[in-house]
């Protein structure tokens, strides 16, 4: 209040104290309501009442001309119900403000109660679906496909997974960016809730999406969903002012209900996915038990070989490479052979793959070329002529930095003359090398090892290419040979004789010298000796075995 506005209050609260005093009969409440209003006024100290009244009675006296005689009882009676009407006031209004300021207290409990509740639920609209698709995630989606397997009652249903997975998606995320990768991505999750809504469509990360189809009847209900989504994801999709046009793989498990777990169909599902991923994706595939057993054993297989070549449980068996001129034996080639212990003696078709696939081949490669090079060197003994060496070299050994340091540092440690190794590499791997390793093997060359283009005339090589190449020998594919058993008046037979006679012909305006492969009979190393074929390798001159069995018992 300003000062006139509280000087105004006061003279009227004065007046109607003085006709309070003056009125018959005598009304103590106006007292009380004198009171009430100092309090509503916010004259509300201890010290305010004291002077308010002071001032009340003063004014009373003085300024109205009340005779102190005429209204002293009555005065003392109404200033003291304006006392009590002011305590009572005061305490209303204080019993008032803590009744506000617990409801404010309550109301902000609640609010902070009902905020905490909200986040916990957004954190589990977060927790149980992704917040780019909007789809079920991976949490909720095992949380749906454990209850569907463990439901009482349900164990006489079948149940079916698939499992989608874009093809060539990083293609976009590297060449228009993650921002348009993401939008595709909600698109793909738009399009499969459109087509298979009715089934739990789970986004499970990355471009990776699963559909869970409960009670199935079947292998074909699975189907029927997978080619639905399928067809949906291929249709073209205009995504940030790109149109795109994706396609995907899906991985297919149906089977019972009873003696499923999450965890075995979801394996399952996995590797099914990447069988039709590694059939060239945009198609499904169909879970298959027993290839699943034969992947399963390969993984095994795979896994096993770095302690197997602890153990010392790879050893090498030889095939003569002979002189069709003399027969005389001119060189071995290496064959790698796993004497494994529960599967037996395993040739290298069993295992090369595997090891090039995870990379092992290269710890491999370089036993095999250590082993073949000690064991040659003790060939030499009583032999004028010794024969040389042949080993396989894998893509990833030529590539690998270090091949000319690696091969003369066999060399110096065994003793073996380089001149008495040979390095055969596959005509593919040859013609898709790049400057690096052909520089590598040139390196070689110069000091005397001896390199062979293996399996020739299977690729695509370009013939004028061999000019340029560190190349000191052709082994011509078996392939060719082959068809030689066939009579000398074959058509055919003749045909492969002439391509073999201008492969010799070529090979030795090069100045390599040529082996044939798979020689297996005397008739074939004679129609090979005529055209002027150098060498020949094949059971016709020995089976893979011990070194010692071609050197003491040549064909």
């Known amino acids: 209040m300003t000062q006139a506005q509280l000087e105004a209050l006061l ?149 079916g997974v698939c499992f989608l997975d874009l093809d060539r998606f990083k293609v976009v995320n590297d060449t228009l960016g993650h921002q348009v990768g993401d939008s595709l991505l909600v698109s793909v999750a738009q399009q499969l809730r459109r087509v298979v809504g009715e089934h739990l469509v789970a986004r499970l990360g990355g471009d990776e999406f699963v559909i869970l189809v409960e009670r199935t009847g079947g292998t074909e209900d699975a189907v029927k969903v997978a080619e639905a989504a399928l067809k949906a994801v291929n249709e073209p999709a205009l995504v940030d002012g790109h149109e795109l046009t994706v396609s995907a793989s899906i991985g297919i498990v149906e089977r019972p209900v009873a003696g499923t777990t999450p965890v075995e169909l979801m394996r399952a599902a996995d590797s099914t996915l990447h069988w039709a991923k590694a059939a060239g994706g945009a198609r499904w595939s169909i879970f298959d038990a027993d290839r699943n057993r034969r992947e399963l054993a390969r993984y095994a297989l795979s896994a096993a070989i770095p302690a197997a070549l602890d153990r010392g449980e790879f050893y090498l068996d030889y095939q003569p490479l002979a002189s069709l001129r003399d027969g005389r034996v001119l060189g071995m080639e290496a064959l790698v052979r796993w004497r494994h212990p529960e599967l037996g003696v395993l040739r290298p078709d069993s295992f090369i793959g595997l090891a090039e696939e995870t990379g092992l081949i290269v710890r491999l490669g370089s036993w095999v070329l250590a082993e073949a090079c000690r064991e040659a060197r003790t060939w030499s003994t009583g032999h004028d002529d010794a024969p040389f060496v042949s080993v396989n070299l894998a893509v990833r050994q030529l590539h690998r930095p270090g091949l000319v340091q690696e091969v003369q540092g066999v060399l110096g440690r065994t003793g073996l ?98 082996t044939a492969e798979g020689v297996e009979t005397a008739d074939q190393a004679d129609r090979l000796r005529a055209i002027g074929c150098d060498a020949g390798q094949g059971w016709h001159f020995g089976r893979p075995g011990p070194a010692s069995q071609a050197l003491t018992h040549p064909n």
């Open 417 to 514: 003359p380089p001149e008495r190794l040979q390095l055969e590499i596959t005509e593919s791997t040859m013609m898709s090398t790049v400057e690096e390793p052909v520089r590598a093997l040139g390196v070689l060359k110069d000091i005397g090892v001896r390199v062979a283009i293996d399996d020739f005339g299977t690729g695509y090589c370009n013939l004028a290419y061999l000019r340029d190449l560190p190349v000191t020998e052709l082994k011509v594919a078996g392939e060719f040979v082959t068809r030689l058993r066939a009579p000398a008046d074959d058509p055919g037979s003749r045909t492969d004789e002439r391509i073999l006679a201008s492969l010799v012909s070529l090979a030795h305006a090069l100045d390599l010298t040529v």
């Open 11 to 159: 003279q009227r609260l004065t007046e109607r104290l003085a006709v309070a005093i003056r009125a018959e009969p005598f009304d103590l409440r106006v007292g009380q309501q004198v009171g009430a209003e100092l309090v509503q006024a916010h004259i509300a100290s201890a010290e305010g009442l004291g002077r308010t009244i002071e001032v009340i009675q003063l004014r009373l006296l003085r300024d109205l001309g009340l005779v102190a005689d005429d209204v002293e009882d009555r005065m003392a009676r109404l200033l003291a119900t304006v006392a009590t009407g002011y305590a009572r006031a005061l305490r209303d209004r204080t019993l008032d403000e803590q009744e506000s300021i617990r409801r404010a207290t309550m109301m902000a409990q609640a609010q902070a109660e009902q905020a905490l509740r909200d986040s916990e639920a957004r954190f589990r609209h977060q927790a149980t679906h992704d917040p780019l698709t909007g789809l079920p995630n991976r949490a909720l989606f095992t949380e749906r496909l454990t209850a569907a397997l463990d439901e009482p009652g349900r164990g006489a249903d079948r149940i």
